[in-house]
């Protein structure tokens, strides 16, 4: 009596694809991030030094920020195009707070740059799940609203907050011997908050039951319009997060800071992994994808390579990835 039949795709020809998957998952993204990361120090004077690898992670901190909110809103199966401008509204309400006559206390001034791009974030939420709108649709049109209301409220003018030497400071001192910026703690420790979220609790799990397939989700009693507007939440909160961190570290509020970001922010995601089909994702691969960028960047500077060179090396870059990622789900 002959034995049971193997499932399809479980045989020995199935074996190569599962390596191959596996490889693409888990290894491509470090791979990658090594082989530049060896390239531009065996290539170029600088690369290796405290200085440069200092300024890579405070180029990495404030768009780690930005991407991992993307990850979150990508593994549910949406997107967010809104990140830089809430990025920048969230700066200058800051940095009008501190300069206003009388200034406000610090704190106060962060609470309300972080509750600004958390508020961005109820709103895209709530017109997605609301109304019914895409999100592709309603985070643009965010993009556009924060953007104009950062130059009206500063009439297009950065607003110089260097003589609040209690805030800026948080963007200029280092830890660990004089190694680590204090903005490059903060997206580590959003990192791991992420990372435990996205593995362990009941949201993450419907994050990526919903980037799966929504309905399927919904049918299992999942509320998917609470959890869809929680996400964009989480990418609203971070984005202003990420304006305090980028204000601080200039020490001004620039009603065009952050302009592209959203371009980095998705990179990153998909670079690490992620899939804008939605329901594959991980905070890890997202830093990694934040890390190849900023390598990349460093690099060609140091090579003197033009930036709008580098933007088309960035673009072909995401290519490269969504083509993986499209191989990857064959």
Not at 38 to 54: S, W
């Amino acid at each position: 009596m002959s034995g049971a039949q193997p499932p399809p795709g479980a045989g020995p020809t199935a074996r190569p694809a599962a390596i191959l998957r596996l490889v693409l998952d888990r290894a491509g993204p470090a791979a990658g991030l090594l082989i530049l990361f060896l390239y531009f120090g065996l290539t170029t004077t600088g690369f290796f030094t405290k200085d440069n690898q200092v300024n890579m992670g405070l180029q990495i901190a404030v768009v780690a920020l930005l991407a991992i909110g993307e990850t979150f809103v990508i593994v549910a199966g949406g997107i967010d195009l809104s990140v830089g401008s809430v990025l920048a509204l969230s700066g200058v309400t800051t940095a009008l707070l501190l300069t206003h006559d009388p200034p406000a206390p610090v704190p106060l001034a962060i609470a309300a740059g972080i509750g600004v791009g958390a508020l961005c974030g109820l709103i895209n939420g709530l017109l997605t799940t609301q109304a019914g709108l895409p999100p592709f649709i309603v985070t643009l049109g965010m993009m556009g609203i924060c953007r104009g209301l950062a130059k009206i409220w500063t009439d297009a003018q950065n607003i110089d907050i260097s003589g609040t030497p209690a805030f800026t400071r948080l963007g200029s001192e280092r830890v660990l011997g004089d190694w680590v910026p204090i903005p490059v703690l903060v997206p580590i420790v959003v990192a791991l908050a992420a990372f435990a979220i996205l593995r362990f609790t009941t949201l993450g799990r419907y994050c990526y039951a919903m980037g799966s397939n929504k309905e399927a989700a919904r049918l299992s009693g999942v509320n998917v319009k609470l959890y869809t507007t929680i996400v964009f939440v989480i990418c609203g909160l971070l984005s202003g997060l990420a304006g305090v961190v980028q204000a601080a570290r200039l020490g001004i509020g620039q009603p065009t800071g952050g302009m592209g970001y959203e371009l980095d922010g998705i990179a990153a995601a998909v670079i690490g992994g992620a899939s804008l089909m939605g329901g594959v994702g991980t905070v890890a691969g997202t830093i990694l994808g934040a890390l190849i960028m900023a390598v990349l960047r460093s690099g060609c500077d140091l090579k003197g390579v033009s930036p709008h060179l580098q933007d088309v090396v960035i673009g072909a870059v995401i290519v490269l990835a969504v083509l993986v990622d499209r191989i990857r789900q064959r």
